[in-house]
């Protein structure tokens, strides 16, 4: 199977470097897209389905190298396949779960991909690691003109790109950040800033997106609103906020060190030791200790390993792409036994 | 008739669609706001869309108007995918382009409660759809192709292919 190529490679979104990325994983940039001549997903027939599915694939066989990206049509993979690529963030919920005709193309370098056929019939991201947006945008600005010359979009004179949910009308545009926020999370500093996001119209989500819980402290912001401003707009909204939560987060760290420097050590020391020699481990156990190895590293109080070593583990650890590497699917219980050998094996190399 | 939840008359009735069995709330105008307001929190998005869409025309207009107007609203069906606007204040979801003109009024309304404005001023594609309304047609053609495919109306169903063609060609 050809996705199968890239577990031996780290997504661009989890490389840790890119800018603040101590506190920023990732940036993420989503347009939503519709064709003319098709109903929305709703109202969509399987023959409507596989026609858009064509005409987006002609489309994006004319714009890239071949061998530049995988064109995967998703109803053909098994549900391991799908839960996979929903753990690299590649696909949504939503498309794992989607019974009729869908496909997601994939950058090779994993920096953006076009999933067809989920709520809207085109949903373009853009992600890089760290904190950097205006990249992402220039990215996607232009795979999304490049889609225009050959797809004919739906385009309204006043509300502007049409989307299946009104609350994504007008530019289709969600900029996303994904922060790791372990510091105010231990301070409880927390609440205070997703009230104040709350009041600038920002969303604040779990991980994996829409409808899930915070994890390991990863927080996710979005803008709310994607009508009456320019995609620019939207960008400088979230550029302006970021800095501060990551000055914030700093802040915090900072008094950890000085004020509770023997508590957060423990926390991270235990952190290591349970990852160690744990020999059956559960998924969001993982995620918890990671966190705080994570932490540790970036506050100097751990030696290693290093961050991207960390960002792999967390992905590596999820259930799908456990049972890749296993090669077979497992049970719950013998995914919690394979996750702790597997996090001795890569916590004891060096 | 008294309101549910005070002894002040009630002005404003809610027939509750949500549910398995309609259900009729009749309010006096403080608690159908407070009604309405707390139906955000309990629903999911859905129903909360109902919500923002009830509060945005109780903006616009007396809330004992609002009940009704809502249920006259909810029998609306676009002509070119059919779907009813209830259906998609059920769902979340539109069902075609289309919708945001046939269910004008209330899309406004709702429009301007998710995004506090009605205009978009972002990016505009360098080549707009000039063909807007034969592009329109295409999801009707596409529909009643499928429902003659379904029927077994194959004489029908060729003639559609034909214009659907025809159309896409141009």
């Not at chain 1, 992905?315 to 996750?339: C, Y």
Request: glycine share 4%; with cysteine; charged share 30%.
């Amino acid at each position: 199977m050809k996705i199968d190529r890239m577990l031996s490679q780290l997504s661009e979104w989890l490389l840790g470097n890119g800018p603040e990325n101590d506190i920023v994983i990732s940036s993420r940039i989503r347009l939503a897209r519709n064709l003319s001549g098709f109903p929305f997903m709703t109202r969509a027939t399987e023959r409507d389905r596989k026609s858009i599915r064509e005409a987006v694939r002609s489309a994006v066989l004319e714009i890239f190298k071949p061998d530049s990206f995988y064109f995967v049509d998703l109803d053909s993979l098994d549900s391991l396949d799908r839960n996979y690529l929903w753990e690299r963030q590649l696909i949504s919920r939503e498309l794992v779960e989607t019974e009729g005709a869908c496909a997601v193309l994939i950058d090779r370098n994993e920096k953006f991909c076009i999933m067809v056929n989920e709520e809207d019939h085109l949903r373009i991201h853009g992600m890089t690691s760290g904190f950097d947006p205006e990249k992402i945008w220039s990215r996607i600005n232009e795979v999304d003109d490049k889609l225009e010359e050959r797809l004919h979009y739906v385009f309204h004179n006043k509300y502007g790109y049409l989307t299946a949910c009104p609350t994504n009308v007008g530019t289709g545009m969600r900029v996303s950040v994904m922060l790791h926020l372990p510091a105010l999370v231990v301070s409880k500093e927390i609440d205070k800033v997703f009230r104040s996001l709350q009041k600038v119209n920002l969303a604040v989500r779990g991980i994996y997106g829409e409808g899930s819980q915070p994890v390991g402290d990863f927080y996710q912001i979005s803008n709310q609103v994607t009508l009456g401003r320019t995609e620019k707009e939207l960008i400088e909204k979230i550029s302006d906020i970021v800095p501060q939560i990551v000055a914030y987060e700093r802040q915090a760290r900072e008094f950890l060190l000085r004020e509770r420097h023997e508590i957060i050590l423990d926390r991270c020391s235990r952190a290591m030791g349970l990852l160690k020699t744990a020999r059956t481990i559960s998924s969001i156990e993982t995620m918890h200790h990671l966190s705080s190895l994570r932490l540790g590293i970036n506050m100097g109080l751990l030696n290693e390993p290093d961050i991207p070593v960390v960002n792999n583990l967390f992905l590596n650890t999820q259930p799908a792409h456990l049972q890749k590497h296993n090669g077979n699917e497992l049970s719950q219980t013998e995914r919690d036994i394979a996750r702790a050998k597997y996090l001795r094996h890569k916590l004891d190399e060096k | 008739m008294k309101c549910q939840k005070c002894e002040k008359a009630a002005t404003f009735h809610i027939t509750e669609l949500t549910g398995p069995k309609p259900l009729e709330h009749h309010l006096c105008e403080e608690h159908a706001r407070e009604y309405l307001n707390n139906s955000a929190e309990q629903h999911d998005t859905a129903s909360s869309l109902t919500t923002t869409l009830s509060q945005g025309m109780a903006k616009q207009m007396s809330a004992n108007k609002v009940a009704a107007e809502l249920k006259e609203l909810d029998q609306q069906t676009c002509p070119v995918c059919g779907i009813s606007f209830y259906d998609f204040r059920s769902r979340g979801r539109l069902g075609c382009p289309n919708d945001y003109d046939c269910f004008s009024k209330q899309m406004d309304a709702l429009i301007i409660n998710i995004h506090g404005v009605q205009e978009h001023i972002g990016k505009t594609p360098k080549h707009i759809e000039h063909q807007s309304n034969h592009r329109t047609l295409l999801i009707k053609l596409r529909r009643d192709l499928n429902e003659a495919v379904r029927l077994e109306e194959y004489e029908r169903a060729s003639q559609l292919r034909d214009q659907i063609k025809e159309i896409e060609t141009e």
